[in-house]
């Protein structure tokens, strides 16, 4: 059974950094198209980053664009999310979700059939 597990979320101020991570078991997530989500109390669950399983074809959604980098460590089987100058209204939590065999990726929920348990991440001074 595909399971993935997010790690790495936690309390920081504003303008501070964090780095997610996105460990899987049971399968390659190198072979996988690689999203990651967040979803703030109250509000739909909206696609951030994702990585192609091909090529590592990346794609951000606007809003994160410059401030979000996605990125995939084969030899460790984890993708990570880097987050720098966090803002309040990136208050949320953060899900990483994977596809297997899609050489190219989308920011849509519904392309994605595996999904971690999320991990939380709170922007407050």
């Known amino acids: 059974q595909v399971q993935l597990v997010e790690s790495g979320g936690g309390l920081v101020q504003p303008g501070g950094s964090l780095r997610l991570s996105c460990a899987a078991s049971r399968f390659n997530l190198r072979d996988a198209a690689i999203g990651w989500f967040r979803q703030a109390p109250g509000k739909e669950r909206e696609g951030v980053t994702c990585?192609?399983?091909?090529?590592?074809?990346?794609n951000y959604a606007d809003s994160v664009k410059g401030r979000f980098t996605i990125s995939r460590d084969n030899a460790k089987n984890t993708v990570y999310l880097q987050i720098n100058s966090l803002k309040p209204e990136d208050t949320a939590v953060y899900y990483c979700?994977?596809?297997?065999?899609?050489?190219?990726?989308?920011?849509?929920?519904?392309?994605?059939?595996?999904w971690g348990q999320g991990t939380q991440v709170t922007v407050s001074s």
């Open positions: 990585i192609s399983s091909r090529y590592d074809r990346l």
């Open positions: 979700a994977a596809e297997v065999n899609r050489p190219f990726c989308g920011l849509g929920p519904t392309e994605y059939d595996y």
